[in-house]
C-alpha cells in the first residue's frame, strides 16, 4: 500500500523573517518568451524572468512580526523567498499589491499580499 503525499503550506520569507505559511497562494515565473518571425526564420526573443507571487496570510490580532502592510506603504524593496518545487526560490521586488480583509462573526482576520519582482534564482536552502 503506497504512502499518501504529504502536502503542506508553503513557508514564505521576506528578508530572513519568515512571515508565515500561506494559507493559500500561488507563485507565477513569467519567461518573457517570444517568437519573432522575419522573411525567412524565425528567431526567439528571450527577455529577464519575472515572477509574482500572491499571497494570503492569517493576521495575527498582535500583528505580524515583520510588517508587510508598513513596507506596501514604503515602497520597501524585500527579499521574498519561498518552498517550492524541493527547494528555495529567491528574488527581489516589492509588494504591489495589499489587502486586509476581516469578518468579525468569523472571527478571522486575513491579508493578501501581491509580490512582483525579476530573476528568479533557486537556492537549496534559506
Known sequence: MAANPILRPVPVYVGSAK????????????????????QDETGIS????TCEVDL????PVAGMKTSLLAMSINQTQVSVQLY???GFVTFE????G????WDVAK????????????SPSPNPTV
Open 19 to 38: 512571515i508565515g505559511e500561506g494559507k493559500s497562494g500561488s507563485f507565477q515565473i513569467n519567461p518573457n518568451v517570444a517568437l519573432e518571425p522575419a
Open 56 to 59: 494570503d496570510t492569517i493576521m
Open 46 to 49: 528571450c527577455g529577464v524572468v
Open 93 to 96: 521586488g516589492i509588494i504591489s
Open 84 to 86: 517550492v518545487d524541493a
Open 98 to 101: 495589499a489587502n486586509v480583509k
Open 107 to 118: 472571527g478571522s482576520c486575513d491579508g493578501n499580499w501581491k509580490f512582483i519582482g525579476a
